[in-house]
């Protein structure tokens, strides 16, 4: 990428304020803070006001249904801002990024005429340069389409993060899908995995550290296929990885997410073991509890192989919970295959989940699958999974009561005064009655009540009282 001119930058802007909305998983979480670090330099401040921004980024997920329809009505919406702004002759921004602009390109701007960019996942480090174009002067203004896979890693373009969101941050080590299972549109809009060099991760974690953070979630759309360069030229699997974030002084809890059963191998079930800075909790996807089913999907895995790494797993770090994804009525799911599910789920036992109906994603080999489901069947048998698997994690969240946890208090609570927010080991919300001081800190808490989304607990008197 060439540099761009500082005086270029500045034409650009001096303060103008940057809306981003954010659809989906946390990589995009962790992209739109990366879009604001970008754009941070050539003077966009955040904002959560749409009407007041200078420039709106839908930063959009295409991994499930309706996605594309939900963009064109938000579309919809803020052009009424755009024309509004517009008579009062000022120039707002409407951009389209993520998977939905990679996935529809060009499309976008047909349809929607008035929006101004539409750049996919493997752009952002490109962001001030693709402002600039859109801007331009009036008769050299254009729309920006920029879809590219381009061959250089954007992460050696993004800039190091500006400041975590309290001392819980995210660091994306690796990006991108080789595993092509029927359903799922991610090897399409994100593209070939592509792991970033361990020197690379680890300067950003200890940068986050630096800025305040204590706890790191390492990210990835199949974060264990991670085989990052190390160094000597040798590669290191994510097992390693996470033995060596660990080992960074001030890093007290590292997680990673998501991750695929076919690349759970032995070192990262060791770390587990190993590790105590890893936290006892894994989102492990299976999607379907019946072989055919998980043929079908490309899984690369049986149902019998995730038990036996759900065991592995236990034996390694006995107090490990774990959580999961399901899909109902994938092409071809009979009662049979379902049943398969429920069972498979009873033998696991999941602290918590997300469970989807099937949608056919166009592009997908599944989308042109035969056996596709009647809507009322796959809804009445998300139910009854959802049902299963939400008396789990109630179960799960009362088991918690009584038992005293270390807890990560990460911000003020939304309720009373001197109520904090925090995250036991299991990543469950918890309210605590406590010091605004105390947030950063990890200090152990009675669980004293369980509710669906929540829990909550108490400090040692003394830690409560001390200013
Ligand atoms: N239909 C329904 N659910 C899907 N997921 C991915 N693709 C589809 C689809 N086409 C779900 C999977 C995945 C999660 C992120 O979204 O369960 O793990
Ligand atoms: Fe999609 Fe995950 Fe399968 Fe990759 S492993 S294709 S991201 S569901």
Redesign the pocket.
Known sequence: MEQMEWKTRRKIMSERKLHIKTWG?QMNVYDSNKMADVLAPVGYRLTDDPAAADMIILNTCH??EKATDKVFSELGRLREIKDARAAQGQKMLLAVAGCVAQAEGEFIIERAPYVDMVFGPQTYHLLPEMVLDALGDDAKRKRVVNTDFPTEAKFDFLPAAQSPDGPSAFLAIQEGCDKFCT??VVPYTRGAEFSRPVSAILDEARNLRDQGACEITLLGQNVNAYHGAGPNGRTVGLGALIAAVAEIEGISRVRYMTSHPKDMDQNLIDAHRDIDKLMPYLHL?I?SGSDEILEKMNRKHTAAHYLDIVAALRKARPDIALST???VGFPGESEAHFEESLALIREAGFASS?S??????PG?PAANMPGLLREDVKSERLQRLQDLLYSQHIAFNASCVGKTMPVLFDRPGKGQDEELHGRTAYNQSIHVKGKPRLIGQILPVEITGAFPNSLAGKLETGEYMAA
Do not use: V
């Open positions: 998983c991994i499930r359903f799922c996807p999607q994804d399901f899909i997300f989807f109906k099937y949608s056919p994603r997908t």
